[in-house]
Structures are given as C-alpha cells and as structure tokens.
C-alpha cells in the first residue's frame, strides 16, 4: 500500500478536509507559479492537461523559501516583489497549504495566507543560512571524482527510466569499496547524522535527489545557488506527493520525482504544460 493514503487532517475550523473523490487535489512547481504570474500561463490552459476540470491547487512553504531568496533590485524591490508573490498564491491556491508537522512529520491541509505562513517561516533566518551551507558541503569536483571512479556515463544515465535507474546505480555502487544498495546508503547516512532519528520522509526524499544529482542522473546545471535550489526541489517532490498529480516545466526535477515516486508507491502523476519540455 503506498505510504501516501494516510494525509492527516488538521484539527479545527481551517482544516479544508478529506479528498472528494471528483475533485483533483493538484501541486504545482514554483516554475508554474512564476509564469503564472508573469502572465505566461494561465489556469484555464492547465485545466485541459487534467482530466477533470474540477481541481484544488496546493502551495507549501517551499514555494515562499523560493521566494525569500530574491533580494530586490532597481527595477523592482524586495517588498513589493513579495507582496506581488504572495497576492499569486492567494489567487492561485485560494490559499489551500500543505503543512508539515514535524512534531510526528504529519502533513496537513489547511487555508492560510502566504504572509502568514512567510512571516512563521522567516522567523529564525539563520536556519535558512544553515541550510545553504549544507547542501554546498560536497564539492562539484569531489562529486565529479564519485562519477569518475564509478565509471558512470551521465549522457547515457539519463536515458533510464525510473524503473532501470535504480538497478543501475546499485552494480554501480560497489566501487565505493561497500556492498550496499542506492536505498541502504541514504539509510545510512541519515543513521550517521546527530538528528538522523528525527528526520522524516521529507529528509529522505531530499537525500535522494542529492544523491542522484551527485552520480548524475538527470544534474542540475551548477550555479551559486544550485545545490540550495535543489532542496526545494526535493521539497516540491514531498509536498506534490500528497496529491494526485505534479505540474513541473524542469526535466530534471519530474526524472528525479519520478524516481522517488517509485521508490515510495507514491501514485503521482508527474506533467509538465509543454510536450516540448
């Protein structure tokens, strides 16, 4: 059974409720979302790639840690670029958010405004700080040496499919000197890390996508920023999991997506609004 069916509700008068079974319970990318707002895209032109016109759009907080990293410039300013992100949430998702509880790691559905939940958020701005520090811990050389000894072909890699991937990276694993299997070394790097008895399904999805991205499946372009990028990358992938379909237009997202989505029974469907993309 996949471990999904089990979407906690939250308690009290904001709790939006269980799923009807007519309605699509939808996540989109923060990619969506952008060209929503830049007027590239619209809701209507989304609604045809369903096939039931009646949906719930979800955002999660990812979509305002995104947010929150822009720092404002002359053409438009920090402040006003938010309060425009956050008017495109309340219009798009009708307020609809998916929030984690980490005290059990239960997800929940709830109506609450962006600002709001940006303002929880931003509270402890050194958590955010912390983060970006971790997810640039490996280096693009250390991680290129891992490929190299591996005897990886990234160019060929990313002709598997979900289903192949898996199989692949395990008879390429040994050659770390350990038998182990792609599943039991994430294992096993969360048992090693102080807080590793705390950390949830989120935790681990995020593990995944680095690790694939290090033995290059589907490699994100590196940038300044990619590696903090693809946390949030992960996170869509989590949150999208509690709902029936996954609207992203970054191939490399829906390819790792699609690999955890296996991995975990999730039953998620995985789009993207081009046949081109």
Same mark, same amino acid.
């Given at each position: 059974?996949?471990?999904?069916?089990?979407?906690?509700?939250?308690?009290? &008068?904001?709790?939006?409720?269980? !799923?009807?079974?007519?309605?699509?319970?939808?996540?989109?990318? &923060?990619?969506?979302?952008?060209?929503?707002?830049?007027?590239?895209? !619209?809701?209507?032109?989304?609604?045809?790639?369903?096939?039931?016109?009646?949906?719930?759009?979800?955002?999660?907080?990812?979509?305002?840690?995104?947010?929150?990293?822009?720092?404002?410039?002359?053409?438009?300013?920090?402040?006003?670029?938010?309060?425009?992100?956050?008017?495109?949430?309340?219009?798009?998702?009708?307020? &609809?958010?998916?929030?984690?509880?980490?005290?059990?790691?239960?997800?929940?559905?709830?109506?609450?405004?962006?600002?709001?939940?940006?303002?929880?958020?931003?509270?402890?701005? !050194?958590?955010?700080?912390?983060?970006?520090?971790?997810?640039?811990?490996?280096?693009?050389?250390?991680?290129?040496?891992?490929?190299?000894?591996?005897?990886?072909?990234?160019?060929?890699?990313?002709?598997?499919?979900? +289903?192949?991937?898996?199989?692949?990276?395990?008879?390429?694993?040994?050659?770390?000197?350990?038998?182990?299997?792609?599943?039991?070394?994430?294992? %096993?790097?969360?048992?090693?890390?102080?807080?590793?008895?705390?950390?949830?399904?989120?935790?681990?999805?995020?593990?995944?996508?680095?690790?694939?991205? %290090?033995?290059?499946?589907?490699?994100?372009?590196?940038?300044?920023?990619?590696?903090?990028?693809?946390?949030?990358?992960?996170?869509?992938?989590?949150?999208?999991?509690?709902?029936?379909?996954?609207?992203?237009?970054?191939?490399?997202?829906?390819?790792?997506?699609?690999?955890?989505?296996?991995?975990?029974?999730? +039953?998620?469907?995985?789009?993207?609004?081009?046949?081109?993309?």
């Amino acid at each position: 059974m996949s471990i999904y069916k089990h979407l906690k509700p939250s308690e009290g &008068n904001k709790n939006i409720g269980k !799923s009807n079974s007519n309605v699509l319970n939808v996540y989109l990318d &923060n990619n969506i979302v952008v060209s929503v707002e830049n007027g590239e895209y !619209s809701l209507n032109e989304l609604k045809t790639l369903l096939p039931n016109k009646e949906i719930n759009l979800f955002y999660s907080a990812a979509h305002l840690y995104e947010a929150e990293s822009f720092p404002g410039n002359l053409i438009l300013s920090r402040e006003t670029f938010l309060n425009r992100r956050f008017q495109t949430i309340r219009n798009l998702f009708k307020n &609809n958010y998916l929030y984690l509880d980490l005290n059990g790691n239960i997800v929940r559905r709830l109506v609450e405004d962006p600002q709001n939940v940006y303002n929880t958020i931003t509270e402890i701005p !050194s958590a955010i700080t912390a983060m970006k520090g971790f997810m640039n811990f490996i280096s693009k050389e250390l991680k290129e040496q891992i490929r190299d000894s591996l005897g990886i072909e990234v160019h060929k890699l990313n002709n598997y499919t979900e +289903e192949n991937v898996l199989e692949h990276l395990n008879a390429k694993l040994p050659g770390l000197g350990m038998d182990i299997s792609f599943m039991e070394l994430i294992e %096993m790097s969360i048992n090693c890390h102080p807080d590793g008895s705390t950390f949830g399904l989120h935790n681990r999805i995020a593990a995944i996508f680095e690790l694939l991205d %290090m033995l290059g499946y589907w490699k994100d372009k590196e940038t300044n920023t990619s590696n903090y990028a693809r946390l949030w990358d992960a996170d869509h992938c989590f949150n999208a999991s509690y709902c029936d379909y996954f609207v992203s237009n970054d191939k490399r997202t829906r390819n790792k997506a699609k690999v955890v989505y296996r991995i975990y029974k999730a +039953e998620t469907k995985v789009i993207s609004t081009s046949l081109n993309n």
